[in-house]
């Protein structure tokens, strides 16, 4: 199986007969089917890292005149005029947003994934596995704009009466302050990225979940172990590792996702006073780079979307390696 | 501690296949009772029952009473949870908890009855430990994953996973059958001493196994593939082994067939 951060909770496991798994390698005879296809395997792992590598090296190279020119804070200013002779451009309402949104998106697709994997594999009776299994999957295969077409027509007048009611009861709160603004507001953004993303970790989830062996499960209902004892002792420590990978995967998405957001967001007029509450509106990084795409038209403009796709590529990228770090610091455990 | 467990007539099913037909026993309290048989003789199957662990295979159910002391099994009002906490299993691989330490291994089964105090779990895993000799192997790394020991130790510790939460019968289901001989020789030495509190149950291929650690042997049969298995005959262990009541039995023993 594989998985954003590369790992998954089956790569440890030992063969049927015991024995660890084979090390890269160790098993290759010189022959020539083994050296075609050893050297097919190794040529399209090179490609992909040299592939990252030049989206790297690209988008370094044509941010950096940009960043140069610039005569703002890249990294604390609200500005965002890239054109003209004296550019002023930073990136923390976009970085703000899309953190928000997606962090948001996290809270509510993780735990909701997780259970819908949990019942699906534990708990729904087995002529229901498959079908509900693949109804989830379904999701997934909803074209994005479809995604925004709905949160824009169907489900924002839906929401509209529930951010009233937050922003009156919760109102003291900062971040469910309100701000006058309704439609694209970070929460809103945020539940419909959840619903995006739930498939993807509700799939992995799954997929691990279903690998837990039948001798752990076995291990705790012997001791005494209620279903949900069994799950929380057995299944869910096996499936640790699987769905750390499926949250980033689904967290890279959320952070990246285009068109349902251009299509939702309640962009900021120029000047607007910053606040803390998630009923504001504002452009990601990716909308705000869509919505303007007619605007590349002199390398300096450019380069400034380019710097801010560059920080989006750096924040995904520290995410993964953050999950990859929380995975290897259990690693001896999940043999 | 120990309690007896009286079976009448049970048969077990999964879904409409029938197992294992009409078995009627008595366990002992505080001994060996070993179940030998071929293959597919519905020994494990019918061991499965004695902690109701056959219900977590679906269509698994069975008809007939188990009596645990005064206590039925299978009444409407017994909770299969209760009934696996009363009596413990070991199993064929040993299965530590490959996530857990060492530790947290024997200490599960006490969690899961709500045990918290760090005190009392200390004390009763370093008992458990000692009674599945093999806290002196251990006794320093009992942080570590419990999945790093070697088999023979892996399944002592499930042993004392087993025993932690005070058993009154210990089910095992062909406990050596993944280990090599010197495991072996441990389990069987912890048998021998686990009997003089626990009434044990053990399922093993092995017919000299059952002569070593066994006071009571119980010997299983089917009339063919497809058929269910039944109980031929049960009686002391050195008895099977010298001077069995029925022809089935001496064919098998002698290795006539099996």
Redesign the interface.
């Given at each position: 199986m594989s998985s954003v951060t590369g790992v998954s909770a089956t790569d440890e496991l030992p063969g049927p007969d015991g024995r660890p798994p084979l090390s890269a390698d160790a098993a290759s005879t010189g022959r020539v089917g083994d050296r075609i296809f050893g050297g097919a395997a190794t040529l399209s792992g090179v490609v992909v890292i040299v592939l990252v590598s030049l989206i790297a090296v690209f988008l370094i190279v044509q941010a950096i005149p940009a960043l140069a020119d610039n005569s703002a804070n890249f990294f604390t200013s609200r500005e965002w005029a890239p054109g003209g002779e004296e550019p002023r451009f930073g990136i923390l309402e976009f970085l703000w947003t899309t953190v928000t949104a997606s962090t948001l998106a996290m809270l509510i697709s993780v735990p909701v994934g997780v259970g819908v994997a949990l019942f699906i594999t534990q708990y729904a009776p087995a002529w229901m596995r498959r079908p509900a299994a693949a109804l989830v999957d379904l999701l997934a295969a909803v074209p994005s704009i479809v995604y925004g077409l709905w949160g824009l027509i169907t489900f924002s007048p839906f929401f509209k009466p529930v951010q009233g009611f937050m922003e009156d009861r919760l109102g003291w709160f900062p971040l469910f302050s309100p701000t006058g603004i309704s439609g694209g507001t970070i929460f809103f953004i945020g539940i419909v990225l959840a619903i995006m993303v739930l498939p993807i970790v509700t799939a992995l989830s799954r997929e691990v979940f279903d690998q837990t062996p039948l001798a752990h499960k076995e291990g705790a209902l012997a001791l005494g172990a209620t279903k949900w004892e069994m799950i929380r002792t057995a299944v869910l420590p096996f499936g640790r590792p699987g769905v750390i990978s499926a949250s980033m995967l689904a967290l890279g998405r959320a952070l990246g996702e285009t068109i349902a957001v251009t299509f939702l967001v309640s962009a900021l007029a120029d000047g607007s006073p910053w606040t803390w509450s998630l009923f504001n509106g504002g452009e990601t990084f990716a909308s705000k780079i869509a919505n303007n795409a007619a605007e590349f038209s002199n390398p300096s403009k450019t380069g400034a979307y380019i710097a801010a796709g560059l920080v989006l590529f750096v924040l995904t990228f520290i995410v993964n390696s953050i999950a990859r770090v929380v995975i290897e610091r259990r690693k001896a455990f999940t043999e | 501690m120990a309690k007896r467990i009286d079976v009448n007539d049970l048969n077990v099913y999964y879904g409409s296949f029938k197992a294992v037909e009409g078995v009627s026993m008595t366990v002992e309290p505080r001994s060996v009772t070993a179940f030998i048989g071929p293959s597919g003789c519905g020994k494990s199957t019918f061991l499965r029952t004695l902690?109701r662990?056959h219900e977590?295979i679906?269509g698994g159910r069975v008809e007939g009473k188990v009596m645990l002391d005064d206590q039925d099994l299978y009444a409407p009002s017994m909770d299969p949870?209760?009934v696996?906490?009363?009596i413990?299993?070991v199993?064929q691989?040993p299965?530590?908890?490959?996530?857990?330490?060492i530790y947290d291994n024997v200490a599960?089964?006490l969690r899961?009855?709500g045990v918290k105090n760090k005190k009392t779990l200390d004390g009763i895993v370093e008992s458990s430990l000692k009674g599945a000799n093999l806290w002196t192997e251990v006794k320093d790394r009992l942080n570590?994953?419990g999945?790093?020991l070697s088999g023979g130790q892996q399944q002592r510790l499930?042993i004392a996973?087993?025993i932690a939460?005070q058993p009154q019968v210990l089910l095992m289901d062909e406990p050596c059958s993944a280990l090599d001989p010197i495991s072996t020789l441990a389990i069987e030495d912890l048998i021998n001493e686990l009997k003089s509190e626990f009434t044990i149950v053990i399922v093993t291929h092995n017919m000299q196994q059952a002569a070593r650690v066994s006071d009571r042997t119980a010997f299983f049969n089917l009339k063919a593939t497809g058929e269910p298995g039944r109980l031929i005959e049960i009686d002391d262990t050195t008895r099977i082994f010298n001077n069995p009541s029925e022809q089935a039995t001496e064919d098998y023993i002698s290795g006539r067939f099996g």
């Open positions: - | 902690n662990m977590v679906p949870v209760t696996r906490r009363t413990g299993m199993f691989r299965n530590p908890f490959p996530t857990m330490s599960a089964g899961l009855n570590k994953p999945a790093g499930c996973r087993a939460v």
